[in-house]
């Protein structure tokens, strides 16, 4: 079955770090994948989308990797503030051909931030 | 910056209610989806919607689920007989387009079943 695998345990670096999250898939062959922030009790914010075609997209401070070989991704924040404490979600998207899509979701990675 | 409204933002409800949960999804969005998460489990795909019907649905939307586009606007969730196990955070999305876009959620509702 399908598996979507996100460091498990919290990572917590240091204000002006860079803080380095690992998504790993298993059976599956994404069209797209997804980063979302979600912060408690609220809902997942849209960070990066990049295409099975892509190796590296970049937006301000984040950057994120595919490779469709070892079936990862990594997303990277340079220059980390505490503000970016939150928990990272990969989602894994299914576009195809006809009207259908959904996202398959890993579990997150929080992130913790220090001053 | 345009938003997805969910309402109400927690919900209380006695085992075997019927529940609507409500969204206004963006306006020039196309692409509605419900998704809903356990504290402290992944987030899940239950449902997309386009043109008026449903597109897919996964094994968790049974036949206690229904959506409905009521009047071109709101999007809503109802679950018909409530159970313990349905007790989540619910998220409405939204999208612009099918593929090459992420998608804007909620802030969702808590629904807790007693």
């Known amino acids: 079955s399908q598996k979507i695998e996100q460091n498990s345990e919290a990572l917590n670096i240091q204000e002006g770090k860079t803080a380095t999250l690992t998504c790993n898939y298993t059976n599956y062959s994404p069209a797209y994948l997804q980063w979302y922030r979600q912060d408690p009790g609220r809902g997942p914010v849209f960070l990066l989308l990049i295409r099975e075609n892509e190796k590296e997209k970049r937006k301000e401070r984040l950057k994120v990797t595919f490779d469709t070989t070892l079936k990862q991704s990594l997303f990277h924040i340079t220059a980390s503030q505490p503000a970016d404490s939150a928990t990272y979600l990969c989602a894994l998207d299914s576009s195809n051909a006809g009207n259908n899509r959904k996202l398959i979701w890993g579990l997150g990675t929080s992130l913790g931030v220090n001053p | ?114």
């Open chain 2, 1 to 114: 910056e345009p938003e997805v409204t969910q309402t109400p933002s927690h919900q209380v409800t006695q085992m075997g209610q019927e529940v609507i949960l409500r969204c206004v999804p963006i306006s020039n969005h196309l692409y509605f989806y419900w998704y809903r998460q356990i504290l402290g489990q992944k987030v899940e795909f239950l449902v997309s919607f386009y043109n008026n019907e449903i597109s897919e649905k996964s094994e968790i939307f049974d036949d206690q689920f229904s959506v409905e586009r009521p009047d071109g606007s709101n999007f809503t969730l109802k679950i018909r007989s409530t159970k313990l196990e349905d007790s989540a955070m619910y998220f409405c999305a939204s999208s612009e387009a099918l593929r090459d876009y992420g998608y804007t959620f909620g802030s969702g509702t808590r629904l807790t079943v007693v």
